[in-house]
């Protein structure tokens, strides 16, 4: 059973960091893109980041370049978001998605490419 968990979540003031994390139980995690996106509240899920398969290539929503940094540890099966600078805007649920389809820079963005999704992890940023 393919599983996607998420950590680290929590409440911080603005300008503190989180990492989040996800524990991915897929075969041949080192084969997936993943992602991370975030859902505000009366907001649709948005793309925040993602990481190809080696992690050679990284791509980032406009929203969170240069403060956050996602990264993998194919040995280990979890994909990281590094946050830093956090801003009240950042609030919302994380999620973790991971996809073997064919994705390019201009669909990584599209839910819809995604097989597998995690359960979310809640952070809120207070002013």
């Known amino acids: 059973q393919v599983q996607l968990v998420e950590s680290g979540g929590g409440l911080v003031q603005a300008g503190d960091s989180l990492r989040l994390s996800c524990a991915a139980s897929?075969?041949?995690?080192?084969?997936?893109?993943m992602s991370w996106f975030r859902q505000a509240p009366g907001k649709e899920r948005e793309f925040v980041a993602a990481?190809?398969?080696?992690?050679?290539?990284?791509y980032y929503a406009d929203s969170v370049k240069g403060r956050f940094t996602i990264s993998r540890d194919n040995a280990k099966k979890t994909v990281y978001l590094q946050m830093n600078t956090l801003k009240p805007e950042d609030t919302a649920v994380y999620y973790c998605?991971?996809?073997?389809?064919?994705?390019?820079?201009?669909?990584?963005?599209?839910?819809?490419?995604?097989?597998?999704w995690g359960q979310g992890t809640q952070v809120t940023v207070s002013s």
């Open positions: 897929v075969p041949l995690f080192s084969t997936y893109v």
């Open positions: 990481i190809s398969w080696s992690g050679g290539n990284t």
């Open positions: 998605a991971a996809s073997r389809n064919s994705i390019t820079p201009a669909t990584i963005t599209w839910t819809r490419k995604y097989d597998y």
